[in-house]
């Protein structure tokens, strides 16, 4: 797949703005995101790009006093991961009982869960605040024997931790096949090879029979709203969804979609306005948290 770098220049800059514009361009479109010195760039299948909705986007913005202009260059494939793999990631460590690193970083041994991550164009190392508090919340909640999936897997870095943490069996999809490919390596990396991963969007979970315990998805908004019908239908009775990639303000949206679908907030946390909400179904038979 071809992208497309879209470089956002902010004026003024900081990162509580750059953090609103990766949300609303991530809305149209945009997949992967990274600070630059003045903004942001995106990137977004080349098949995807429309200007005139990055315009709109932009002349939308929901803060006031904030100029953002910005140029569109093409990816060559070659340098595609290349440029991220030189990079890397710095390691991170959440909590007591997670560390997270790439392949150059040696892993610790006083955590329960130390994650190797090599460095991809797909999102999820635990540094943005979303991805973190799903990961800490995941040592929370009871993992042994149950089923998962892991929605909009990225990196894959949530569904190896559930495996890690005993889970029976984890099913992880994306609509990106380079976030599949880099899940599968990551995946191989800690040894968690029997995690299922799909290529494609909600629908690779219409024929899922009504088994799972647990459902993760880290996407925007939008996104999340369209598709959170059909996780759903994948839960069984005490199931619970674990949803983040929206800001504080969304939540009220996000509840009231659940409440639709007969399901209720048991943990909400935030994070620099990021927001991840803990459902469970409203049927007998609930899971501890």
Known sequence: MRYYCVTFNIEPF???LADVLSEEIAAIGFDSFAYTENGVQGFIPCSLLDTDKVDLCLAAFPIEGVEIGYRVEAVPDEDWN????????RPIRIGNDIHIHDTR????????YDIVINASMTFGTGSHQTTSMILQLLTEIPMEGRRVIDAGTGTGILAILCRMRGAASVLAYDIDERSVANAQENMRLNHCTDIEVRLGDCSVLENEPATCHLLIANINRNILLHDMPLFRQTLKEGG??????????????ICQKAAELGMHPVRQTTHSEWTAILFETDAAGRMDV
């Not at 970083?105 to 329960?112: F, G, I, K, L």
Request: aromatic fraction near 12%.
């Open 82 to 89: 290349a440029t991220w793999e030189q990079e890397g990631f």
């Open 240 to 253: 619970m969804m674990l949803l983040s990639g929206f800001y504080q303000q969304d939540a009220i949206a």
């Open 105 to 112: 970083t040696p892993a610790q041994e006083d955590v329960a």
């Open 14 to 16: 900081n990162e509580a």
